[in-house]
């Protein structure tokens, strides 16, 4: 399908209903990407779909469509999916696990969205293992969507969630020891994003980043999760992308859903979920709309290198795609018939 017959596509679903796209379309023409260059155009599927950030979304995934095919809610598939990954202390990026701020102490953000709208945050939370459950907490059980450091762990434990205490691993620490002796001032967020795009170019356990999750069930109910421990190394206090609603995850069930991944900063400054979001919503193709979002921040940041960006897009039909600034992104996808890791298209190769 073309960009504008695609286009044209999502703009009559709006007269006719998703029923035709979706049996027009066989399993057999969803694209398989190979290793050798970006994906081509991959066309719609049929939900049950999930999608997740990175290598670790494969073992997130399979937890959340276990949670939908024992008819638990798209809301507990994203929830429980990403959990899987905040309880892998091995993982470098996500959960307890994750590579330290500055100062030594790993900080974690996290929120959930649900097919209405529905939104739950938790950012700079220290010693809890499940921060997304602690956001769907904060949506279900308060009138606001964000709580934030000493006030939301206060929140947390006060409703139930007990503190964990994971000592940093020797690994961790020699990174985090190594990078403070290379590093006695460091003055730009760039300074902790380089060490992760360095990490990930090192083809190490590190070669993935914050795990964000959007999912469709069969009735074409649409929900998100993202959780991350952030940027390694950023200055205490720093909050990235990944709880902010529209930053790091956006889902309108109205239109799909989209969530980020890379280096926090640049995805803040330009809503950059919502903004998938909102390309699909105007009739743009979901990897179209991912590759809009990936320009824009090139257009925002003239000379900018080494920082990767990603974002994943699920549009309400069942069309999806996928979009990084360099070639090195991979994601998860789980529908009925398909269960693989995929190459995302790209804008650049590493050099
Ligand atoms: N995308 C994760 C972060 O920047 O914190």
Aim: some cysteine.
């Amino acid at each position: 399908m073309t960009n504008s017959s695609d286009r044209r596509q999502f703009i009559k679903l709006g007269l006719v209903g998703t029923a035709a796209l979706v049996a027009g379309c066989s399993s057999d023409q969803v694209h398989k990407t190979d290793e050798v260059g970006p994906p081509k155009r991959i066309l719609p599927g049929k939900g049950p779909i999930i999608l997740s950030t990175w290598d670790h979304g494969m073992a997130a995934n399979a937890k959340a469509f276990g949670v939908l095919q024992a008819g638990g809610s798209v809301l507990d598939a994203v929830e429980q999916g990403v959990m899987v990954t905040e309880s892998d202390f091995s993982n470098r990026s996500v959960g307890l696990g994750g590579l330290p701020d500055r100062d030594g102490i790993v900080t974690l953000d996290a929120c959930i969205q649900d097919h209405n709208g529905k939104a739950g945050s938790v950012a700079f939370v220290q010693q809890f293992e499940h921060p997304i459950s602690i956001a769907r907490a904060v949506m279900e059980r308060t009138p606001h969507v964000m709580l934030a450091g000493a006030g939301a762990e206060r929140w947390a434990e006060e409703n139930g969630f007990a503190r964990k205490d994971v000592p940093m691993a020797e690994d961790a620490r020699r990174s985090w020891e190594e990078w403070r002796v290379k590093n006695p001032q460091p003055q730009a967020a760039g300074d902790s994003a380089r060490v992760n795009v360095e990490n990930r170019r090192s083809g190490g356990k590190d070669n993935h980043d914050t795990i964000g999750m959007i999912a469709m069930d069969a009735n074409g109910q649409l929900a998100g999760s993202c959780t991350t421990s952030g940027l390694a190394f950023k200055i205490h206090g720093r909050v990235g992308d990944s709880p902010i609603i529209g930053a790091g995850l956006f889902v309108d069930g109205d239109v799909g859903a989209a969530c980020a991944t890379g280096t926090g900063e640049l995805m803040i400054k330009i809503a950059g979920s919502h903004t998938v979001v909102e390309l699909m919503r105007q009739g743009i193709a979901p990897e179209d709309a991912c590759r809009e979002a990936v320009e824009r921040i090139l257009r925002k940041n003239p000379g900018m290198t080494g920082q990767q960006v990603g974002f994943l897009a699920l549009r309400a039909d069942g069309a999806y795609g996928a979009y990084s600034l360099y070639n090195d992104f991979k994601y998860a996808l789980h529908s009925a018939t398909e269960n693989q890791l995929m190459n995302s298209a790209f804008a650049k190769k590493w050099e």
